[in-house]
Structures are given as structure tokens and as C-alpha cells.
């Protein structure tokens, strides 16, 4: 694993993108997060500049090498689905142009991993992201959904390394 | 209206993206058209990075002031939707970026006007699409329903300017 190894994760909305950086060697520590709100003034190929620049920002500022993005799978119909699907296109083209390994994980694997319980609540999600981030303060919904697909993806990484590694934890 | 008007009409798929731009003025004629296919080796980021840079070079190399891009309302389920979703988000931003004014058609108002009739076939808008730009080879689907677009473009602008000149045509 790298010195300094950061994972981005991305909660992708078409309204507000919730974004969380931490990092993961030497220590599990949050870098950095936020959430990208378009204004509902713009329409809908300006929102995508939008968020595609200010990701595209935040990889630039952070540096992480690998980008995890929440898989929405369940959305409600076709026409939200397409227009939750033009936000992921522009999200997942920022992280590839800048060179990131890009994960998708689904709602409930990211629940599962953070909280054993893939039906978990948002509150309970944000709790565990809290407890493993050491955190005082309460991050936004948006927010700690993008970080617990980050630590979702350093949960499934660290796992691998420990069965190449021969077994135990 | 600019003494060079030009039009990027595209028709976008998640595995295949037509495109063509059509020149509007002085006379209407075809300018250039293609396919985008992203080779189906590449992971979804991937796509969506060849689909953004190889629009990017068209708007380029042919310098259109106007993006039509046909809207997708009735793809078949949701997971299908998200997915073409992605390809709108990255063909929509390229537009945006580059500063184009973006429209959307849905295909049954290009077929309304282009044929006539909401309901025609795919070869029906073909024969249109050539008798308006006078082809004499007949492009493939993907190339003429991305120039259909352009064209359906160009009739709501003729007619709109029809309106503002006091009526006729």
C-alpha cells in the first residue's frame, strides 16, 4: 500500500453531491469533505460543469488515487434514474480524467460494511463514520454517506490485503 | 441569425453515440458525422472519458454554436436509464463546457419533424434526413438520427423566426 494512500468518496445526487476524502495510511484520518450543491437555477448541462469542475478541484487540492462512488441502483423510475445517471456520467468522467481507480458500491454493501446491517439508517451510517473517524462534530447526511462509501472501499481493501497476507486480521 | 450557423445534433447510446453537424447557413448541408463506440473492454469511467474527448474534438474541429441532443425518456427500466444516463452527463458537459447552448428533443418530436408523424421508423428518418441534406449514400442509423436531431433543431428555429418576422414562411 502507498505511504500516504487517500481514498474520495462521492455520494452522487442531482442536487447535492456529498464528496469525502480520508486518508488511510499511516493512520485513518478524514482529510477533507463537503457537499456540491448546484443551484436549481441552473439547468441541467451547467450543473454538470459545475459539479465536474469542483470535483474535479477537489482531486487537484487532496490528491487521493482512487475514487469510490455509491452505485444507485434502486433509484425510483426510469426518468430519475437517467437524470441521477447524467450527475454519476459527470462525477465518474472527473475521477477517471485524473487518472483514479474508480469503484462503485451499492447502498447496502456500503451500509453493510460500515454498520453489519445493510439496511441500516443514515444516522446509524453517519454514527459509525464518526466512531471511525474519530470525529467531534457531525458532518451533514450528504457528507458522511460519502465518507462511509470511502470507508466501505478501505473496509473491502484492508480485508483483501489481510487474506493475501495469509489469513488473520 | 450568424452568417455561419452550424448544428451538433447527437443521438447518444451507452455503447454507440451518433453524431453529426449540419450547417445551416448560408445553405443547409451536411458538415461531418460519425459514431462514437467505446470498445466494450473499457470499464464505464473509460467510456465516458472517450465519449467527452472524442465530442470535445468534433465541437473543435467543426465549430458548432448549438448542441441538439436527443432526450431519452422511455428507456426500458431504471438500471437502463442510469446507464444512459452516464453517456448524456458526459456528451451534455461537453457541450456545456465548450460553450455551446444545449437542447434536447425527445424522439418523438424529431420524428414529428422531420416525417410528420411521432411514430415513424428509424429508416423513415433516414429518408428524410438525405432528401434535406441531399445525400446521395445513405449513413448508418446511429449517424442519422444524431443528424435528425440537428435538423428537428433547425426547423423549430426556422419556424421561430418565421413567427418573429411576422407570420409566412
Redesign the interface.
Known amino acids: 500500500m502507498a505511504a500516504r494512500m487517500r481514498i474520495l468518496g462521492v455520494d452522487p445526487g442531482s442536487h447535492a453531491t456529498g464528496w469525502g476524502v480520508v486518508q488511510v495510511t499511516p493512520a485513518l484520518r478524514l482529510v477533507a469533505s463537503g457537499v456540491i450543491r448546484p443551484g436549481h437555477e441552473l439547468?441541467?448541462?451547467?450543473r454538470?460543469?459545475l459539479i465536474?469542475a469542483e470535483l474535479t478541484a477537489v482531486i487537484a487540492a487532496h490528491a487521493p488515487q482512487v475514487m469510490a462512488v455509491e452505485d444507485?441502483?434502486?433509484?425510483?423510475?426510469?426518468?430519475?434514474?437517467?437524470?441521477?445517471?447524467?450527475?454519476?456520467?459527470?462525477i465518474?468522467?472527473a475521477?477517471?480524467?485524473a487518472g483514479l481507480a474508480?469503484s462503485e458500491y451499492p447502498p447496502g454493501t456500503v451500509k453493510q460494511a460500515l454498520t453489519g446491517n445493510g439496511q441500516a439508517g443514515k444516522e446509524q451510517v453517519r454514527f459509525m463514520v464518526m466512531r471511525l473517524l474519530q470525529l467531534v462534530d457531525a458532518p451533514p447526511l450528504d457528507e458522511s454517506d460519502a465518507l462511509a462509501v470511502a470507508l466501505a472501499h478501505q473496509g473491502r481493501q484492508r480485508f483483501a490485503a489481510a487474506l493475501r497476507a495469509g489469513g488473520g486480521r
Open positions: 439547468n441541467l448541462p451547467d454538470l460543469v465536474h444507485l441502483f434502486n433509484a425510483r423510475n426510469a426518468r430519475s434514474s437517467l437524470i441521477l445517471g447524467h450527475a454519476r456520467g459527470a465518474l468522467l475521477g477517471a480524467q474508480v
